[in-house]
């Protein structure tokens, strides 16, 4: 005997929707040709002012007489500690250094929502102490914890019940993954995409968008925040064809993105060169008194590496409009120079593959994920010896200008990092570039990197902005 339930189904459409609303580049809810006005007009209204201060002096945080650590007072948020690394791998195999642990599981959360029958996405003008510039284009919610339980004492978040409690077969993707490795111990964000009904309105500092107009503006210099980036990483984008059949690239995009069109490896042992390399190398990452970190000072200004290299933790004041709170202080970490992430692209019996490599990174879960062909701050190498730059490093420097598929300046997340900025790229190569894969690198083809975002710890946060990138260039 059995019992009568109505059995849920996958939405049959879903991928249609989604590749509608990607192939769909304006929309008459906000046109994108005044997305730029709409912008400047936020920037009026959301301004903020961010003054550096001494640490010393921040309110609500200090610096513990046992272990030197950086705390707040209500013992959330976030603090500032110490790590222990050692490793097998790299032209460094121990050190020490400040990082930031912040052990709560936060949300990012894009709400979507079919407007004349496109799906369109519901972004809001977000403006951060960090950012460079001020307001960035962010998702619907961007909230840690200790934010949308309002333990500093504001306003709620705006529209977190779609995330927190989602409507049954309303989530369109939700997968925890990390952030920058080298910053976070261990950090992890909820990235969720909600469909929620007609009735849901955009509010005051929100906008309709549809995934093709966002993509689009992943070209502007330092407009898409990152947690937006990654959000989108994770839409299931599915097979939808170019734009222009004339396109070349994009044909193969368009063919790298469809499973049927085949692999150079499968997906089965692509997990399996990962788990190989996660089994084989060693790594060690515990966490220290920030007391005893060596080769870092502490001023009564900032945290700060002896040589000037890598980042130094500042302090600032915030006052802010448009925020849950008008006003704030907290510590930043604030790298020095500006970050490259590369990634090589090359057509494979015509579908496009991408180069990645298996970084290790001390703040990583697992060790190890899969990041851009070359990730790094060129200006830390200053010091190493010969031979220490990253492989392929000389390939992205070197490349014609017909290679580069993809280039902008983009921020990093502005909440915990003070003028982030990364230079992001994608470029096309031909035969004499990896034929045969060095060790800790793979060529994947886009669907396989879609499929790895289905799950957590695989993609890391750089990598996952160029896929999103990419799935803008079809």
């Not at 990607?22 to 920037?43: C, F, K, Y």
């Not at 990197?449 to 890391?460: G, I, Q, T």
Request: proline share 6%; charged share 20%; aromatic share 6%.
């Amino acid at each position: 005997m059995h019992d009568t339930v109505e059995l849920r189904l996958p939405d049959p459409l879903l991928a249609k929707r989604i590749a509608e609303s990607t192939q769909t580049r304006d929309s008459a809810v906000l046109p994108t040709a005044r997305i730029g006005e709409w912008l400047h007009g936020r920037r009026q209204v959301q301004t903020q002012r961010v003054t550096r201060m001494p640490l010393t002096g921040l309110r609500g945080w200090s610096f513990r007489d046992d272990t030197g650590d950086l705390v707040h007072a209500s013992g959330k948020f976030f603090a500032v500690e110490g790590l222990a690394v050692s490793t097998d791998q790299g032209p460094v195999g121990h050190w020490t250094q400040p990082i930031v642990n912040q052990a709560e599981i936060g949300v990012l959360g894009i709400a979507v929502k079919e407007i004349d029958g496109v799906l369109h996405c519901l972004m809001q003008a977000k403006v951060e102490p960090g950012n460079i510039n001020g307001v960035q284009l962010s998702p619907t919610v961007q909230a840690t914890k200790s934010n949308y339980t309002r333990v500093h004492g504001g306003a709620e978040v705006p529209y977190l019940e779609h995330f927190r409690d989602p409507e049954p077969g309303s989530v369109i993707a939700d997968v925890l993954q990390s952030e920058q490795g080298a910053w976070f111990f261990r950090k992890r964000n909820r990235n969720m995409v909600v469909e929620v009904g007609p009735d849901v309105e955009a509010a005051d500092g929100f906008c309709w968008l549809t995934l093709g107009q966002v993509l689009d503006l992943l070209a502007v210099d330092n407009l898409v925040s990152m947690d937006a980036r990654t959000v989108l990483s994770c839409v299931p984008f599915g097979t939808a064809g170019p734009r222009s059949a004339a396109d070349g690239f994009a044909c193969a995009l368009a063919l790298s993105c469809d499973p049927a069109s085949g692999s150079l490896h499968t997906t089965t042992d692509v997990r399996s060169w990962m788990t190989g390399v996660l089994s084989s190398v060693e790594v060690s990452a515990r966490r220290v008194p920030l007391n005893t970190v060596t080769g870092w000072s502490r001023t009564d200004w900032e945290i700060r590496h002896d040589r000037g290299l890598h980042f130094s933790v500042i302090g600032v004041d915030v006052e802010a409009r448009g925020r849950e709170v008008a006003a704030w202080q907290q510590p930043l970490v604030r790298p020095h120079g500006i970050g490259i992430a590369a990634l090589l692209v090359r057509r494979f019996g015509g579908v496009l593959h991408a180069l990645v490599n298996a970084r290790i990174e001390p703040g990583y879960l697992n060790a190890v994920e899969l990041a851009p062909t070359v990730q790094c701050t060129p200006s830390n190498y200053a010091e190493l010896p010969p031979g220490s730059l990253p492989p392929f490093l000389e390939v992205v420097r070197g490349r014609p200008d017909g290679a580069v598929r993809f280039e902008a300046e983009l921020s990093e997340e502005g909440g915990r990092f003070h003028h982030a900025r990364t230079r992001y790229s994608v470029i096309e190569v031909g035969r004499g570039v990896a034929d045969t894969e060095p060790p800790g690198y793979r060529w994947l083809a886009p669907h396989q990197l879609a499929e790895l975002l289905a799950h957590s710890h695989y993609v890391n946060v750089q990598a996952r902005t160029l896929v999103a990138c990419l799935v803008g260039l079809r």
